[in-house]
């Protein structure tokens, strides 16, 4: 299980995940300007969704809440104070659900941009955008979209403290990052997006995870406790939103084997939940 990362301590295995990521993004988006004819199979992108899904699911709930709600005891005690009432204000489920929303809007907004409802990690065939839309329009909305997405999830990486954890949660995001990006270079190539562009592109998105990994190390670094449960539970609200409805519900509803689906999201999450026993 994940032995590369065994010998290595936690600032040198949050290193290697962000070259590793970067170059996983970066193969995956240009793989459509060399093969933008071949199709990735569906049953291996379902399996892919099903599985990282699970194990987002679980690193959101199971790890990355409950670790953020101890870092930011302090604020949860001082904000309940300020309304007067004794106890501790949740926080972190607070922030979380204010992440999983605004990440929500912005695909909402990133839809109506497009002309339809959002974007699918599974949808290769028709991509992120129609011939209809211009293709500077287009690069907006998919740069600003998937570069928050990647930023945020980077950031949570960044901020864990805990290296029994770091292998499934790098493994999950590599699991669907080649594949968001792939299918937005598909997109871009169907859009007569020239290969510069696309190159440009593929490029600025893919160093948005190491960017986020950087952020959330440094967030660390310099606000202490509440700093790192402050990223921990923006991240968890990213990992929710990326979890549930881009990753487990398109699978759930599209998938030819549901039961496969369903149990491969079994696996990933309780794998994940069961490293808590060490982190």
């Known amino acids: 299980r994940f032995y590369c990362f065994a010998a290595m301590d936690l600032s040198q295995e949050k290193t290697a995940s962000a070259i590793l990521l970067c170059a996983v993004a970066l193969g995956g988006g240009l793989c459509p300007l060399l093969l933008h004819k071949r199709r990735v199979p569906p049953e291996v992108v379902s399996g892919c969704n099903a599985f990282a899904g699970g194990v987002l699911l679980s690193a959101s709930i199971v790890h990355m809440l409950p670790d ?71 690069a907006i909305a998919l740069v600003v979209s998937l570069s928050l997405h990647s930023v945020l999830e980077g950031a949570g990486i960044g901020a864990q403290s805990s290296v029994a954890s770091m292998g499934l949660v790098v493994a999950a995001v590599l699991a669907h990052k080649g594949l968001a990006l792939f299918a937005m270079t598909s997109a871009l190539v169907k859009s007569n997006a020239s290969p510069r562009l696309c190159s440009m592109l593929v490029a600025m998105v893919a160093s948005c995870t190491p960017l986020g990994i950087m952020l959330g190390i440094e967030a660390q670094g310099m606000f202490g406790k509440a700093g790192q449960g402050l990223v921990l539970a923006a991240a968890a609200g990213t990992f929710l939103y990326v979890a549930i409805p881009e990753l487990l519900v398109p699978t759930f509803a599209e ?17 994940m939940a069961a490293l808590a026993a060490w982190s």
């Open 255 to 271: 998938s030819k084997n549901k039961v496969a689906a369903v149990s491969l999201s079994y696996i990933g999450f309780l794998s």
């Open 68 to 138: 953020a709600t101890s870092g930011l005891k302090t604020w949860a005690g001082s904000v309940q104070e300020a309304l007067g009432q004794s106890g501790e204000f949740p926080v972190a489920p607070t922030v979380a659900g204010v992440f999983f929303f605004f990440l929500c809007m912005l695909e909402a907004i990133t839809g109506q941009i497009l002309g339809h409802s959002g974007h699918s990690h599974g949808d290769l065939e028709n991509g992120y955008t129609s011939m209809d839309q211009q293709v500077s329009a287009t």
